[in-house]
């Protein structure tokens, strides 16, 4: 058979995808689907009941990660196609879910002409990738690929106190360590690319190369909490102006740094917040990104050097906490290839990237040939209700995973 000229069917595929919004909508027309809500769990339930009637076996793990499968004609490594469906708080609807609808959309489209691949094929959805209920980022693909402990997932907690483990159980997903993704002949992660190049080139599609550099870390900024009125200027020992001018030297850092170097700083604490209070302590968070390491190293240790200057002039005290580092990480030449080819064969502009964002393939590009591909965000927006692709976009992107999938296993 040739299946050159096999398309998904995108009234199909958008059906999904709003239905799957209908659960945690926000007015704004967004979503809000935190990793092991109440929200997640009916999420997983829709899923679950789209794979099985699409012919997968579902498996769940030990992370609560869905897997379906899809026999191939061979025993060999599957062909795995992923990404996650939780999202931040007032999110957008495509971000994570569009990689896995895509994935399921790929296997209903083989289903509809009687195609079976030479190495099986597995859709997966991945628990709590966005980090924002349970910090860090990418926690269940970090465990299964050996970059977190078991015991360190699950003892994360969120800001109510709750443990990943306890939240797992009460969704019903706490599944067996048996049922993780193994290793596979090949990764696609299909993903709203959240960034403006592919707009500002003017192009649906874009293979990509890599994931960026990022490091995380946490400043706390202590001084000395007084009363507003009485407390002269020269004496005083505030720490919020410090972790202002901190703040301003983390945007001057990146800026400074070249066209492709990011810093932000997006959550910040202040203690006692009140009007008529001199603070006596700021905790704040403070997020950079480079595609080389030794850029992203030095980036961080100039920080502290800045940090401990404007600490020192302030007369207060600062710790850096350094808590998480995903490195930059290069896609298999193999897998990029194959995306390419599928871009070609489509008659779609060429265009390259590299990711600034993280995602589940970061990790899994440590144990298996892993790629990606991304669709065009409108505006570059992401992680906001007014995120969006157009019907097109979206449908070039699933066509690609499509062609990609059947190169890497085997029509």
């Not at 996650?84 to 495509?94: A, E, K, N, P, Q």
């Not at 048996?178 to 090949?186: E, K, L, V």
């Not at 007014?386 to 059947?406: C, F, M, Q, R």
Request: glycine share 10%; aromatic share 6%.
């Amino acid at each position: 058979m040739d299946w050159s000229d096999i398309r998904i069917q995108g009234d199909r595929l958008h059906a999904s995808l709003q239905r799957m919004a209908e659960i945690g909508a926000t007015p704004g027309g967004g979503v809000t689907r935190l990793a092991l809500s109440d929200e997640d769990r009916a999420g997983r339930e829709l899923l679950r009941q789209w794979m099985t009637e699409a012919g997968l076996s579902v498996r769940v793990d030990d992370l609560g990660n869905m897997v379906g499968r899809r026999d191939g004609r061979e025993d060999l490594p599957p062909v795995q196609l992923g990404s996650h469906c939780d999202s931040v708080r007032l999110g957008g609807r495509f971000d994570g879910v569009l990689g896995v609808l895509g994935a399921l959309e790929v296997v209903r489209t083989l289903n509809d002409h009687g195609i079976v691949t030479r190495h099986p094929i597995e859709v997966i959805n991945w628990t709590n990738e966005e980090g924002v209920r349970f910090e860090p980022a990418m926690l269940a693909s970090g465990v299964v690929t050996g970059r977190f402990t078991r015991e360190y997932a699950y003892d994360r907690k969120d800001a109510d106190g709750l443990r990943f483990e306890d939240e797992l159980r009460r969704i019903g997903y706490l599944g067996e360590e048996a049922n993780r993704p193994g290793r596979a002949a090949a990764y696609l992660e299909l993903h709203i690319e959240q960034g403006p190049v592919l707009e500002d080139a003017g192009v649906p599609v874009g293979a990509v190369e890599g994931i960026v550099g990022i490091t995380w870390m946490e400043v706390t900024v202590t001084g000395q909490s007084d009363h507003a009125g009485p407390s002269p200027m020269r004496l005083r020992r505030d720490p919020l102006v410090a972790a202002a001018r901190i703040i301003d030297a983390v945007d001057r850092l990146a800026r400074g740094q070249d066209d492709v170097a990011v810093g932000t700083v997006g959550r910040v604490r202040v203690e006692p917040n009140t009007i008529n209070t001199i603070p006596g302590r700021v905790v704040f968070s403070v997020d950079l990104r480079h595609p080389d390491p030794a850029t992203l190293e030095a980036m961080v240790e100039r920080f502290r050097q800045q940090v401990a200057e404007i600490a020192e002039a302030g007369k207060v005290e600062a710790t850096v906490d350094r808590f998480w580092t995903s490195e930059a990480t290069p896609f298999a030449p193999e897998v990029v290839q194959a995306v390419q080819e599928a871009i070609d064969a489509l008659g779609l502009p060429n265009k390259r990237l590299w990711s600034g964002a993280g995602h589940d393939a970061k990790y899994v590009a440590d144990v298996s040939p892993a790629g990606m591909i991304f669709v065009r965000s409108q505006g570059g927006l992401s992680h906001a209700e007014k995120e969006y692709s157009t019907p097109e976009d979206i449908e070039a992107g699933v066509n690609v995973l499509l062609g990609a999938t059947l190169r890497l296993a085997g029509a």
